[in-house]
């Protein structure tokens, strides 16, 4: 039996980047006369027209998508791009580039079927050959990306016709498939180039909903409706993704009117936007989100390279304290690197309760001890301190750190905290792996393979399992587990998964924070899902007479 599946072109849905962040492309349908009705009972028409003007806290570093690995360029990306599927509202996979694809008996081959009325920004057609190149970009040691992994299973690739793809497996991979959600690149602007210095990086030409404008580094991106987008041009004309380092300054930027969208704080949600002044304004929505917030360590220094201590700093730390203090409760502690109740999250795995004397028991028990009186213990003429860092703009990671900070101090260690721009960030510290330990987040894949963040095999510069982990257990249940297909059958090797990376503590898990974006009234047809809200974005639309920007 061969499984064919049929995208659903009119379909909202949400395009899924693999491991790092979920990018999101978005999709529309019918464009002409649609009238809905409001709560009040009166219609108003579906418009074209006016912009959004969205926050982020940090800028974009690279717009081209195997090299988009950050969030902010990742989500930019996603307009311009498109992927040979994506996830839909539901979480279920859908056609994007491809309107069918069929999957062979033996799990091994997948064969797409391309849609044939697309073009690139630029007016040139999409075909099979953009594809075919994309993948041999991905595979290409020359291209400096963290998701070529998925790629390099791949045993034959081929374009036999201008509307057909076809990949072979060496061995059937659990999540081929959702590699293709990855953002297809044009041949005939990259071909023959170093993909490191083309222009492409800060001038992006793709296939998708949205067009490249204009970039003001540190400052703006400006993207304008694809008149010729091949599912209808989406109704808002433009999106501008103003850059606000700082989240109270992004919040009184909305409130002055300067942006219609931006992710609101706990703080910010629970109390200060309760008034009947900002619900005439702005709606706000609240769901889990698809991420997780950890302390991580650098197992190439010694001081980490004992798990002992790893277990000594987890018990140091109330985390419900973080989840009550910092969230304001609109979260849950986290205890591995899976959504709770999704299928691959394990609920029983060993957890690390607030237990300072435990903590402190701990330490002793390795050598670590405060010899001199001063607070801060010591062992081999080393006293017991580093630096956290995290980046500027995430007030909840910072105010994490600081937490951290109060009570591993009580325990004997020292502990101090760095907060550093998203770009020098990234370049300066995390790629080349000059940091102590770090507060970051990842975004939680749909499929469960961990690979590229766990496996020993990539530890190297650029690559995502930066803090050096290395478990030969964990090695082999990731290669076990991307090569079943059954989830019944995957299942029980995630848990055990999840049973060591508890045990290890590669990271300190510290919490699951629920999504809390705010948009402005005027935009309508926004609809909440378990994707949230983004999945069908195209579909927004402000009421001719409540649109903002004329132009």
Known sequence: MRWIVFGLRASPRLICLILLSVVLTLAGGCRESEFIATEGGEHTGVAYGDTIIMGTIGDASNLIPPLASDASSSTISGHVYNGLIRYDKDMRFEGDLAESWEISDDGREITFNLRRDVTWHDGEPFTSADVLFTYQLMIDPDTPTAYAERYKQVEQASAPDPYTFKVRYAQPLAPALVSWAMGICPKHLLEGKDITTSELARNPVGTGPFRFVKWNPGEQIVLERNEDYFEGAPYIKRIVYRIVPDTTTMFLELQSGGLDYMGLTPLQYARQTDTPAFKRRFNKYRYPAFAYTYLGYNLRKPMFQDKRVRHAIAYA?????????????????????????????????????????KARALLDAVGWKDVDGDGVREKDGHRFEFTILTNQGNDQRIKAGEIIQRRLQEVGIQVKLRVVEWASFLKEFIHPGKFDATILGWTIPVDPDGYNIWHSSKTGARELNFVAYSNAEVDQLLEQGRRVLPIEERRPIYHRLQEILAQDQPYTFLYVPDSLPVVARRFHGIEEAPAGIMHNFNEWYVPEEQQKYKR
């Not at 419900?320 to 969230?327: A, H, R, S, T």
């Not at 304001?328 to 709770?340: E, F, I, M, R, V």
Request: glycine share 12%; proline share 20%.
């Open 317 to 357: 730390i109330d985390k419900q304290e973080i989840v009550d203090g910092v969230l304001l409760g609109l979260g849950q502690p986290a205890t591995g690197p899976y959504k709770p109740g999704s299928w691959p999250y394990n609920p029983d795995v060993p957890r690390y309760p607030y237990a300072p004397d």
